[in-house]
């Protein structure tokens, strides 16, 4: 079945005041680290690679800060196995809605989860509470996955536009085939009542979001 990538009604109330829409991007420990081959970019953007994960830098490159982050590590990698990535996805979608945080979809896959989420312009609140509900997800699925769980931040791209919206909600929805654990609006029991237009208000005609 082919993914629809314009979930939504063709017209929206006007954007919600003080919120925008972001791609969430959620690691697991030691998923992807500093130096990392895939390329990677400080936090503080003092170091980055020359390339992308689509577009792989030198494969020597940073190979010695590479080296001495995996000899840093306190814990191996963590990998979420296929059977238990349902629940990581139901236990974000249980607290987020209680961090006001609003979902339209979700993909939980072995080393990374996205989200296509509503949340506050401020990027440090908005950060706060995708924290929280890494953190209630972690306590959770402790006696499964001891120790660290996620990596320490989580990447927020705010969307620019309906056009990148659609865009997004395809893209996560496609990690469905890689054997991601997938969720959107529509799996939702409530999907037709207030709660589900409070949801998708504001998406046409985002002001950057």
């Known amino acids: 079945m082919p993914i629809d990538t314009h979930p939504l ?3 929206q109330p006007p954007p919600i005041q003080g919120e925008r829409w972001y791609h969430a991007i959620l690691n697991t420990y030691g998923s992807w680290i500093r130096a990392d081959e895939r390329g990677f970019r ?3 953007h003092r170091i980055s ?8 830098p030198p494969p020597e490159q940073h190979r010695l800060l590479r080296d001495w982050v995996k000899r840093s590590m306190k814990q191996s990698e963590v990998k979420l196995r296929a059977e238990h990535r349902e629940l990581v996805g139901r236990l974000l979608l249980s607290k987020l809605p209680e961090c006001d945080a ?3 979809a979700l993909a939980v896959g072995s080393e990374h989860v ?3 989420v509503r949340l506050p312009r401020d990027a440090r609140t908005a950060k706060a509470r995708i924290g929280n509900a890494k953190r209630f997800v972690s306590h959770q699925i402790r006696s499964e996955y001891p120790g660290t769980f996620w990596g320490k931040r989580c990447q927020l791209k705010p969307i620019r536009d309906y056009e990148h919206h659609s865009r997004t909600f395809g893209y996560i929805l496609a ?3 890689e054997g991601a654990w997938v969720w959107s609006y529509r799996d939702a029991k409530w999907r037709h009542d207030s709660i589900a237009t409070d949801l998708i ?3 046409k005609g ?3 979001a």
């Open 42 to 44: 400080d936090h503080d």
């Open 49 to 56: 690679s020359t390339g992308t994960y689509r577009d792989l």
């Open 9 to 11: 009604p063709s017209e």
């Open 201 to 203: 208000v504001g998406v």
């Open 206 to 208: 985002l002001e950057g």
């Open 114 to 116: 996205h989200v296509l």
């Open 102 to 104: 609003k979902v339209l």
């Open 175 to 177: 990690h469905g085939k």
